[in-house]
């Protein structure tokens, strides 16, 4: 007996179950209540049909509640209208989206939008031909309604698998807006991104190239999506995809030896091979038409570049012919940011390499004049009086000069925040060789006093201990 009974209950709950999951496609084809429902239909159309949610809300209160008790009637009736036409989900969703538009509580406007994600549900349980554009739909009005989630992409990709090519562009904006903010969050990584970003500018460029009416809108929908992705294009994509990307533009540029120098170097640092056959061909072309044009190329490299050939010079360990180099390149151009870095290589070549020091400051110091706000100049001057320091008299000379030093090391960094960091270090290698009060004392020099700093340096320093 307890079995039987048992059996019966499971029995009722289950038909429970089905008849609530079936109620809300419910018509009002069979209903007895079909003539009010057709009625509020009728009656609530005629405010809706041809607005958006946007022109509901700024409907007056009275024709607005109006209009929305007349679908609440219909819907309530019969969710699923005639059984042929979703009128009443995606009515309300759009009473519910200017309801949201409206409501000044947080709690009200959660209401609304869950309301609006409620009816997307029931409306493809009960249409269910209509499921790409409603995953579509629903994935969008997640982003724009509820904020960021992971969610929101997973509904996104479902649409898109399920509609192919006849998605709608609504999705790609926010498509690429998820993206790039749950990469930078690291919540997915760079497979996830290249494979969802695939199959979303795949349908876009079918749209762009076939759908004649939509084309700007999937154009002006794909933009937003690369501007997102993008950003990281170096990160998320591979070789493959920058050669899908450079090779097109290989022809059209194989009289600029700056483009491709630029295809080259990119697809080696994307991951190709150089022994790669796109690679290849590239350098070959680089290659013969650098052999044409080397003379007019380095002439023209070094008009624009005045500093270029000093920094090649630089590079191959060439310091004197460098230091010529520089000076040629300062006479031959009115830049001043130009000139302010020739002075400085100059003065980094003969404090590091030449051991020209009093040429090194004074070629630092030119930098400094024609760059004010530019602390290296002041950095390299530090690192040249400890270098003088080392041969500077006797001990209490040479902790002097380190005083010296510590001042252009705090004034670099008083005028250019980006080498305090390296300013700072220096202070702290030279602190333990700073005067000390006892031998002050016994000089007959008091903390404060203003002091001369000899040995080349020629400058006065405040002393501190």
Known sequence: MQTILRTLALSLVFCGSVSLANAQCVTWVDSPQKEQAENAHVAYRNFVKGKTAEDLAALPEAEFNDAFNNWKKAYDIAPAADGNRPFHY???????????????DDAKKQEYTDMIFKLYDQELECYPKYEAYLLGRKGSDMFYLAGYSEDAIEIIEQAIDAGGNDTEYVVLAPLGKLLNYYFKEKAIDNVRVRELYDKAAKMADYN??????????????????????????????????????????????????????????????????????????????????????????????????????????????????????????????????????????????????????????????????????????????????????????????????????????????????????????????????????????????????????????????????
């Open 90 to 104: 995606r009515d309300g969703r759009m009473f519910y989206k200017a309801m949201a538009q409206k409501a000044t």
């Open 208 to 465: 762009i190239e076939n759908n004649e009416t939509y084309a700007p809108y999937y154009q002006a929908g794909k933009d937003n999506l690369e501007a997102d992705v993008l950003e990281f294009a170096d990160e998320i994509f591979d070789c493959d995809y920058f050669k899908g990307l450079l090779m097109p533009k290989v022809e059209e540029n194989k009289d600029s030896l700056d483009i491709l120098k630029y295809i080259i170097t990119k697809l080696k640092v994307q991951g190709c091979d150089s022994t790669d056959a796109d690679v290849q061909h590239v350098q070959q072309l680089y290659d013969q038409l650098y052999a044409v044009k080397k003379d007019e190329y380095e002439a023209e490299r070094r008009r624009l570049n005045p500093i270029y050939e000093g920094s090649e010079l630089m590079k191959e360990g060439k310091y004197a012919e460098a230091v010529e180099a520089f000076q040629r390149g300062i006479e031959a151009t009115d830049d001043d940011e130009k000139k302010a870095q020739a002075y400085y290589y100059m003065a980094q070549i003969q404090n590091a390499e030449l051991g020209q020091y009093g040429a090194a400051r004074q070629n630092a110091n030119r930098a400094a004049q024609l760059k004010g706000d530019w602390g290296k100049p002041y950095i390299l001057i530090g690192d040249i009086y400890g270098r003088l320091s080392r041969n500077c008299g006797d001990a209490w000379d040479q902790r002097l000069a380190v005083l010296a030093a510590i001042d252009k090391y705090n004034y670099a960094k008083s005028i250019d925040s980006e080498v305090a960091g390296d300013a700072n270090r220096r202070i702290g290698n030279y602190r333990s060789s700073m005067p000390i009060r006892s031998e002050a004392f016994q000089r007959g020099f008091e903390e404060g006093q203003k002091l001369r700093v000899e040995c080349g340096i020629g400058e006065t320093v405040t002393l501190r201990f």
